[in-house]
């Protein structure tokens, strides 16, 4: 029953904003770091960002920085990925992650729960 589901995904233009959403269900958020992962078609799936259970420490991929925030409601056992001036390279299926443990990482392995992943599209 520990399920985490992605949701905000859809088809924008170059330059336009989506946020995403990664909501819990059968645990609360209180106690885990998060990551967002994404996979575009024939690349390998790559750390995008990530937040500490508490949310005072964020990290993100280069490509990303000054483009995408992370954050956290944990009262909604929510976390967010606010993206913004998208690229066409940015399409990819978006996958949030989480493990128990107060340090985040963009390294896949590190986690034990994965969501089922949301599309984005950014393409004219």
């Known amino acids: 029953q520990l399920q985490l589901v992605e949701s905000g995904g859809g088809l924008v233009q170059p330059g336009g904003s989506l946020r995403l959403s990664c909501t819990a269900s059968?645990?609360?958020?209180?106690?885990?770091?998060i990551g967002w992962f994404r996979q575009a078609p024939g690349k390998e799936r790559e750390g995008v960002s990530c937040?500490?259970?508490?949310?005072?420490?964020?990290k993100y991929e280069d490509s990303v920085k000054g483009r995408f925030a992370i954050s956290r409601d944990n009262a909604k056992s929510t976390v967010y990925l606010q993206m913004n001036s998208l690229k066409p390279e940015d399409t990819a299926v978006y996958y949030c992650a989480s493990d128990l443990g107060y340090y985040c990482s963009t390294e896949g392995a590190f986690y034990a729960f994965w969501g089922q992943g949301t599309q984005v599209t950014v393409s004219s």
């Open positions: 059968g645990f609360t958020l209180d106690y885990y770091a």
């Open positions: 937040i500490s259970s508490s949310g005072s420490s964020t």
